[in-house]
Every structure is written in C-alpha cells, then in structure tokens.
T-cell receptor, first 113, second 112 residues
Framework: GNSVTQMEGPVTLSEEAFLTINCTYT??????LFWYVQYPGEGLQLLLK?????DKGSNKGFEATYRKETTSFHLEKGSVQVSDSAVYFC????????????FGKGTRLSVIA | EADIYQTPRYLVIGTGKKITLECSQT?????MYWYQQDPGMELHLIHY???????EKGDLSSESTVSRIRTEHFPLTLESARPSHTSQYLC???????????FGPGTRLTVL
C-alpha cells in the first residue's frame, strides 16, 4: 500500500540556519504530494504541494521538488525564523483520488534565536 | 481561506459520558475526515465520508461513530467516554478536484 516516511525529529536549529526535512514515499501510479504545517494549538495548514514529477511547490520561503526517480519530496528553507517552529507533515494522495491522504508521522521543528 | 469549524475547542468530561464533537464546513466539500492525533503528533484516520449518507471507518479502530446527514456537517460521537479517548481530534474536508485537505482547529478532549 501507499506510505510516507519522513525524517524523525525533533529538529532544533538556530535562526537563519538552512532547513531540510526528508520525505520519501511508496505509491502506485502518480500521486500528488503535500507538505502541511501545524503551529502550536492549531489544526494543519497546507504549506505547499506538487502534482507531478519535477514540479516544485513553494510557499513562505519553503520549497519541495517532486522527485519520481528517488520517490522523494524533501522540504527545504534557506533561512529559518523562530516563527517557523511547528510540526511539519509530508503527505500523498494517490492518483485515483478515491482514498484519503496518507500522512507521515510528522517532524517537530524548533528554531531558537 | 478555509472555513471549517470545530466545537468545542476544549472539553473535560468524566468516564462514561456520551459526547459529540461537532465539525462543520461552509465550502460545499463532499469529502470529510476525522483524525485522532496522539501526543507524539502522529495522525490516525478514524472515520471519513465521501458524501451524504456515506461513512467509512479509517485505519485506526475507534469506539466512536459518525453521521453525515448534511453535506456541511460531520459530527463524531463517543457513546461512553474512557480515559483512553483522551486526545486531540481534528476534522478536515476536501473537494473532488485537488484533494487538498482543509483542517479545523481541533478539539482537545480529556476524559477523567
């Protein structure tokens, strides 16, 4: 079945450091890929998405590229801020769209000033 | 901006009580979902619905039940709450085109 494996946390970085959170997936067909973010005390919000191979999703300085050859969708940001402290979830939607999203286990990021 | 609402935001109840967690959305989405989120952050899908009068169980066995009588409303009911039900419950909805899920703010339930 479909699955998502993401880097375990917690991850602690200093402000302005470079961020990478790894995400790999297993899926049949051509899934869509997502990154969601959950700030403390809130629900999840869509951060970015990509629907086909080589697509790059980007938002708020975060980027992720859909790599079919390595089945990966790693999240990156060049310079993190304290306000980026949150839990990040990688997810996939299978190509038929007939089953719910499959989420990774989440990675907690803490950014210190 | 997504318009999906959950009430209550926080609830503390005693063992054996019946409770209903409310979820409603104003986007006209056919698909709705309930997740249980454990303290370790992982999300577990407990129920979902792809339209009125359609409900399915998710990956995590749950003692809760759901109903979908109206498109905009997807309540979750626990007939007899237990301390093991203490958790954060998240509701979400999505449209048929993009599969992007929109989440509510969550209900944090504590059963004493």
């Amino acid at each position: 079945g479909n699955s998502v494996t993401q880097m375990e946390g917690p991850v602690t970085l200093s402000e302005e450091a470079f961020l990478t959170i790894n995400c790999t997936y297993t899926a049949t067909g051509y899934p869509s890929l997502f990154w969601y973010v959950q700030y403390p005390g809130e629900g999840l919000q869509l951060l970015l998405k990509a629907t086909k191979a080589d697509d790059k999703g980007s938002n708020k300085g975060f980027e992720a590229t859909y790599r079919k050859e390595t089945t990966s969708f790693h999240l990156e940001k060049g310079s993190v801020q304290v306000s980026d402290s949150a839990v990040y979830f990688c997810a996939l939607s299978e190509s038929s769209g007939n089953t719910p999203l499959v989420f990774g286990k989440g990675t907690r990021l803490s950014v210190i000033a | 901006e997504a318009d999906i609402y959950q009430t209550p935001r926080y609830l503390v109840i005693g063992t054996g009580k019946k409770i209903t967690l409310e979820c409603s959305q104003t986007m006209g989405h056919d698909k709705m979902y309930w997740y249980q989120q454990d303290p370790g952050m992982e999300l577990h899908l407990i129920h979902y619905s792809y339209g009125v009068n359609s409900t399915e169980k998710g990956d995590l066995s749950s003692e809760s039940t759901v109903s979908r009588i109206r498109t905009e409303h997807f309540p979750l009911t626990l007939e007899s709450a237990r301390p093991s039900h203490t958790s954060q419950y998240l509701c979400a909805s999505s449209d048929d085109v993009s599969d992007t899920q929109y989440f509510g703010p969550g209900t944090r339930l504590t059963v004493l």
